[in-house]
């Protein structure tokens, strides 16, 4: 699999933001099929940093309603990527 196909996007919530700051800990949204070492090495490859750390989550979708109508966000899969002290990723927040 293609480290670009792996790393989907970075998650900017406050929560993730303060882990940022505080513990060097990146959220990402990742593909579904990718393990840990496959994430470990495509953040490593793609922002030239050294992963500690990987954490992972699968996350189901939320219901959503629309008036009369009902449907179901999908689901999807949720890493938190420690790198090392001192080193750091470039995440445009206002984009």
């Not at 996007?9 to 060097?24: M, Q």
């Not at 070492?37 to 989550?57: R, S």
Request: charged share 30%.
């Amino acid at each position: 699999m293609d480290s670009i196909a792996i790393i989907k996007r970075p998650v900017i919530t406050e929560k993730a933001t303060l882990l940022r700051e505080k513990e060097n800990k990146y959220v990402f949204i990742v593909a579904k099929e990718a393990n840990k070492q496959q994430i470990k090495t495509a953040v490593e490859e793609i922002f030239k940093v050294n992963v500690l750390k990987v954490h992972t989550v699968n996350m189901p979708g939320k219901l959503k309603r629309v008036g009369a109508h009902s449907g179901c966000r999908p689901d999807y899969k949720k890493a938190t990527v420690k790198i090392k002290s001192g080193q750091s990723i470039k995440i445009a927040e206002g984009a």
